[in-house]
């Protein structure tokens, strides 16, 4: 079994930082990326930022700039560094491992369960 697990999210002024972490428990035998998803009130899950196994990045276009993904493989944890927060930052947040945890099984996807991020004064 894998269980993601998320610590970092609360409560944060506008333009203040606040830095998600996400590790992994349990065997896992690779990580093909990792990543965070958002989804804010009445609004659809979208990607945040995503990391593969090159190190490359992706970034949704409204927090590029503000925010920094990041991973410790061999802590399989993910970080999100977010500056510069915005009131439309406000969503709960979650981790995303696409991952191996068995040598006879196809990689698939893990979730967190979630952490809230709320932006407000």
């Known amino acids: 079994q894998v269980q993601l697990v998320e610590s970092g999210g609360g409560l944060v002024q506008p333009g203040g930082s606040l830095r998600l972490s996400c590790s992994a428990s349990g065997t896992i035998l690779s990580i093909n990326a990792m990543g965070w998803y958002r989804q804010a009130p009445g609004k659809q899950r979208e990607l945040v930022a995503a990391i593969v196994n090159g190190a490359s990045t992706n970034y949704a276009d409204s927090v590029k700039g503000r925010f920094t993904i990041s991973r410790d493989n061999a802590k399989n944890t993910v970080y999100l560094q977010m500056n510069s927060l915005k009131p439309e930052d406000t969503a709960v947040y979650y981790c995303?491992?696409?991952?191996?945890?068995?040598?006879?099984?196809?990689?698939?996807?893990?979730w967190g369960k979630g952490t809230l991020v709320t932006v407000s004064s």
């Open positions: 995303n491992f696409n991952a191996r945890i068995r040598w006879f099984e196809r990689s698939m996807d893990y």
